[in-house]
């Protein structure tokens, strides 16, 4: 007896559940997570959403790492969530070009996103002249330093890339590898430095000119570019263990510790600074890497894109949850305790409440990335606005040059071949004039 | 009526086998991200796989990865478990020894033996380092990457052949090892004209295996270097997974895909053939 009428009950429960979420609930299926990250996601964006919009209850389902894999299949199938979270917007370009996303544009009106997001993010989600999709954070690459080693050697954060380079030489002759990297956990890592030589040897103009494709990527700055950084491969910046070590927390270990001087890497990095920084008692630095005339360049990145599926059961819902997320309350809370991840590009960040235990070289790097992206004074990163074959040979063709399999001239003429041919599909990214 | 019997069976060989296989044999042929409708593009997949020096790499490593798995774990295994029926009061100890590494997670093989062993950090690669002896961790060198996967595979597989063939031997009739004995045969001697040609059937069913798992190849590859560095551990199958999920060309990792079957289509006719023949003994 008692047993059915636990049965009973807890199919009346699963009913009304399935019916109140068919009536109005919000689908988002987000990466991999970890339990505490999944308690931030739950007590900053899902309860207080769920509090303000009762009759679009949303629910996030953690997918995994392969969750890019699952998306596909089920838009395929017309059985994805409401809400679209992609992987950046290389993966935008097909999904819009099929029909499977919705364009934006009215919801961009409804809640005037033009005036609240950074321009040039809604500009990077456009695909044939409309709106697709949002960039849920944005990053860039620079380069860490240990200062605490740097004023005990009274060495001086470099400006210029001959700066760097006597630096780098000077770290070599102190038995310092100049720079903590590594890539035996994220083979990608290799493209952070092929942006950085991009960026600051041929410089934002040319890259923007290679990706509209009026610049073939064999012209002779990318040339120089690559010569560059392969030159300050085989003087052993990168140290002899660069396929063995982590990207992320033994390069920060080995950079805090003093065994390295310099980490160029991304704004992703900082929660490990900081951490490793701690542990080692050593003070961290940052500052956009060295270019060719002294200004530093500063690659814009995209981590995640949101878009609304066209098949979405509540697709009011879907762009009410996008539209929470972009809001000074979630950038405040989950940036604080989730450093890098969640940069929202929020125009206005003055209005943002940031916790005690950020440190100031974080807030502090991310208004000056903020400043420069609204002076449309950035460079760009390979994995946001190369499409994804050529992101992808960019990423093992390096390891080919730096080992001496392959010429730089080869790389980029290879590289070039992919880039026009998924041009010619229509699978480059969008790229905002400057 | 009886054969309705085989009905539920048919049908999951037909939907989680046929199907798939022949959408992939199909796929090979068309042009496809994986999102947007495929185009057919003839034979332009295998042409470019035919020009791809990466392909030519990849395909190299697996004769290389075969021809190892060949010779290494089969002549371990077969060693170890000839030593065992000889010294058979502790053979099994030894089987749960050797066993040990086969039911060990291949993710957790890999990681353990790239931060407790080849880690120039973590592991003894560094431990050795710092006693001044130059070790280098050969999943860094583009001359041993290959290499250095092998060996943590070899750990992992040689235990599962070496109770195989333990388990062959244990049938091999009693009376003919005593005859050999008595007729004053040596341990080489009865290995050779005894032993082997009574398990040879089971020795030939682990080589065709090989030769079709070798060519499947992908856990230890991914985990361990995904490949790199420099394309150098690229094998068949890693490079059909980074075309499909990493460059979206889904059509190309399907004609990689229909070439590793290729290999395990011929092993397996080589297979068939050599059954009939007992048969016909």
């Known amino acids: 007896m008692r047993k059915s009428s636990l049965a009973i009950a807890a199919m009346l429960l699963l009913g009304t559940a399935q019916a109140a979420f068919s009536q109005g609930g919000v689908s988002w299926w987000y990466e991999q997570a970890t339990p505490e990250q999944q308690k931030l996601i739950q007590q900053n964006i899902i309860a207080p959403f769920n509090a303000a919009h009762p009759d679009s209850v949303l629910a996030v389902d953690y997918r995994g790492s392969e969750l890019d894999k699952q998306l596909r299949v089920a838009m395929l199938s017309g059985n994805g969530p409401d809400v679209v979270y992609t992987a950046g917007p290389s993966y935008v370009a097909p999904m819009a070009q099929s029909g499977q996303l919705m364009a934006l544009d009215d919801y961009a009106?409804?809640?005037?996103?033009?005036?609240?997001?950074?321009?040039?993010?809604?500009?990077?989600?456009?695909?044939?002249?409309?709106?697709?999709?949002?960039?849920?954070?944005y990053e860039t690459v620079g380069l860490f330093f240990n200062k605490t080693l740097f004023e005990k050697n009274s060495w001086q954060a470099p400006k210029t890339l001959d700066e760097l380079e006597t630096l780098a030489d000077a770290m070599l002759k102190a038995g310092v590898t100049p720079f903590a990297a590594g890539n035996a956990d994220w083979r990608g890592a290799n493209e952070w430095f092929v942006t950085l030589a991009l960026n600051s040897v041929a410089g934002p103009e040319n890259m923007n000119k290679a990706l509209r494709g009026e610049l073939p990527w064999t012209s002779e700055?990318?040339?120089?570019?690559?010569?560059?950084?392969?030159?300050?491969?085989?003087?052993?910046?990168?140290?002899?263990?660069?396929?063995?070590?982590?990207?992320?927390?033994?390069?920060?270990?080995?950079?805090?510790?003093?065994?390295?001087?310099?980490?160029?890497?991304?704004?992703?990095?900082?929660?490990?600074?900081?951490?490793?920084?701690?542990?080692?008692?050593?003070?961290?630095?940052?500052?956009?890497?060295?270019?060719?005339?002294?200004?530093?360049?500063f690659p814009l990145g995209i981590g995640s894109t949101f878009s609304i599926a066209t098949r979405a059961k509540n697709?009011?819902?879907?762009?009410?949850?996008?539209?929470?997320?972009?809001?000074?309350?979630?950038?405040?809370?989950?940036?604080?305790?989730?450093?890098?991840?969640?940069?929202?590009?929020?125009?206005?960040?003055?209005?943002?409440?940031?916790?005690?235990?950020?440190?100031?070289?974080?807030?502090?790097?991310?208004?000056?990335?903020?400043?420069?992206?609204s002076d449309g004074d950035y460079g760009y990163t390979t994995w946001t606005f190369l499409p994804p074959a050529t992101d992808s040979y960019l990423i093992n063709g390096i390891e080919e040059v730096w080992l001496k399999k392959s010429t730089t001239q080869d790389f980029l003429a290879k590289l070039d071949a992919s880039f026009q041919k998924e041009k010619k599909a229509g699978k480059v990214p969008a790229v905002p004039a400057r | 009526?009886?054969?309705?019997?085989?009905?539920?069976?048919?049908?999951?060989?037909?939907?989680?086998?046929?199907?798939?296989?022949?959408?992939?044999?199909?796929?090979?042929?068309?042009?496809?991200?994986?999102?947007?409708?495929?185009?057919?593009?003839?034979?332009?997949?295998?042409?470019?796989?035919?020009?791809?020096?990466?392909?030519?790499?990849?395909?190299?490593?697996?004769?290389?990865?075969?021809?190892?798995?060949?010779?290494?774990?089969?002549?371990?295994?077969?060693?170890?478990?000839?030593?065992?029926?000889?010294?058979?009061?502790?053979?099994?100890?030894?089987?749960?020894?050797?066993?040990?590494?086969?039911?060990?997670?291949?993710?957790?093989?890999?990681?353990?033996?790239?931060?407790?062993?080849?880690?120039?950090?973590?592991?003894?690669?560094?431990?050795?380092?710092?006693?001044?002896?130059?070790?280098?961790?050969?999943?860094?060198?583009?001359?041993?990457?290959?290499?250095?996967?092998?060996?943590?595979?070899?750990?992992?597989?040689?235990?599962?052949?070496?109770?195989?063939?333990?388990?062959?031997?244990?049938?091999?009739?009693?009376?003919?090892?005593?005859?050999?004995?008595?007729?004053?045969?040596?341990?080489?001697?009865?290995?050779?004209?005894?032993?082997?040609?009574?398990?040879?059937?089971?020795?030939?069913?682990?080589?065709?295996?090989?030769?079709?798992?070798?060519?499947?190849?992908?856990?230890?590859?991914?985990?361990?270097?995904?490949?790199?560095?420099?394309?150098?551990?690229?094998?068949?199958?890693?490079?059909?997974?980074?075309?499909?999920?990493?460059?979206l060309a889904v059509g190309k990792a399907a004609a990689i895909s229909v070439v590793i079957s290729l290999f395990g289509l011929a092993a397996t006719v080589v297979y068939i053939r050599v059954q009939a023949r007992e048969f016909d003994q």
């Open chain 2, 1 to 247: 009526m009886h054969r309705l019997y085989v009905l539920p069976t048919l049908i999951i060989n037909i939907v989680i086998i046929a199907i798939p296989a022949l959408m992939t044999v199909m796929l090979a042929f068309f042009e496809w991200d994986g999102i947007s409708d495929p185009i057919f593009v003839g034979l332009d997949n295998f042409r470019t796989l035919w020009d791809d020096s990466v392909f030519w790499t990849a395909l190299t490593n697996n004769v290389v990865w075969t021809i190892i798995f060949l010779i290494v774990p089969i002549t371990m295994g077969l060693l170890a478990a000839t030593m065992m029926l000889v010294a058979r009061r502790s053979a099994n100890f030894f089987q749960v020894i050797y066993f040990l590494p086969v039911i060990i997670a291949t993710a957790i093989t890999g990681r353990v033996w790239q931060g407790m062993i080849y880690s120039p950090v973590t592991g003894i690669t560094g431990l050795l380092q710092r006693y001044g002896i130059d070790v280098a961790n050969p999943l860094t060198e583009t001359s041993s990457a290959l290499y250095g996967i092998a060996v943590v595979d070899l750990w992992h597989w040689w235990g599962f052949l070496c109770v195989i063939f333990f388990a062959a031997l244990r049938q091999v009739p009693s009376e003919q090892i005593e005859a050999a004995r008595v007729e004053g045969a040596t341990f080489f001697q009865t290995i050779r004209y005894v032993l082997l040609p009574g398990i040879m059937p089971t020795i030939t069913l682990m080589m065709i295996m090989t030769v079709i798992w070798s060519f499947l190849v992908f856990d230890f590859v991914y985990i361990l270097t995904q490949g790199g560095p420099a394309y150098s551990s690229e094998v068949l199958s890693t490079f059909a997974y980074r075309s499909a999920f990493y460059d």
């Open chain 1, 315 to 373: 697709p009011d819902g879907a762009a009410a949850v996008i539209n929470y997320v972009f809001s000074p309350e979630v950038y405040g809370t989950m940036n604080s305790a989730w450093q890098g991840e969640w940069n929202i590009p929020l125009k206005d960040i003055s209005t943002v409440k940031m916790a005690s235990e950020v440190t100031p070289l974080f807030t502090e790097t991310m208004k000056t990335l903020t400043a420069a992206v």
């Open chain 1, 221 to 297: 700055p990318f040339v120089k570019a690559i010569d560059r950084l392969d030159g300050w491969w085989q003087k052993g910046y990168f140290g002899k263990n660069y396929f063995s070590l982590t990207s992320s927390e033994q390069a920060a270990d080995m950079m805090a510790s003093g065994r390295a001087g310099m980490m160029p890497t991304g704004t992703w990095q900082f929660q490990n600074v900081a951490s490793y920084g701690k542990k080692a008692g050593t003070e961290p630095g940052f500052v956009g890497f060295p270019s060719a005339s002294g200004d530093p360049v």
């Open chain 1, 109 to 137: 009106a409804k809640f005037k996103w033009q005036d609240r997001i950074l321009p040039v993010f809604l500009k990077m989600g456009e695909y044939n002249g409309k709106i697709y999709a949002l960039p849920k954070t």
